[in-house]
């Protein structure tokens, strides 16, 4: 009997353990392994410092990387537009606490990534440790 109390609850451990981060079920946007650190004492970066501000980061994901303070954490977002495949269009832009695809005007919002359309935009994990993030996939 005391096997088997052991065992099931070694079963139980096991299948509730989960990564703790996003899930990609997008089928727009590739997955694109990546870790960069962001230094939020360089002046380019200072506003993340502050609740509701967001900066642009190219050369990572897919279109760059949309970053948001939202008061209590970050966000980090794929700035490519995650109902769209992947094509000339400028990445997404940031317009306050929402970012824009240049492609069909479809606004999402920075503190969710959710919009109007089937897919969020894709999100990152971040780890915040002092004024460095580290965001990651």
Do not use: H
């Not at 794929?78 to 400028?90: F, G, L």
């Amino acid at each position: 009997m005391k096997k088997s109390v052991w065992i099931f609850i070694l079963f139980s451990a096991f299948i509730s353990c989960s990564d703790n981060g996003p899930v990609n079920t997008n089928p727009f946007i590739p997955n694109y392994t990546f870790t960069v650190d962001i230094n939020m004492n360089l002046p380019s970066y200072s506003k993340l410092l502050y609740p509701s501000n967001a900066v642009y980061y190219a050369g990572k994901g897919v279109k760059g990387l949309i970053i948001f303070n939202t008061g209590s954490g970050y966000n980090a977002f794929d700035a490519a537009c995650p109902n769209q495949t992947p094509s000339t269009c400028s990445p997404m832009t940031i317009d306050g606490i929402d970012a824009v695809c240049s492609c069909d005007n479809k606004t999402y919002s920075l503190f969710s990534g959710q919009g109007s359309l089937q897919y969020p935009m894709k999100q990152y994990r971040v780890e915040v440790n002092g004024n460095v993030l580290r965001i990651y996939n």
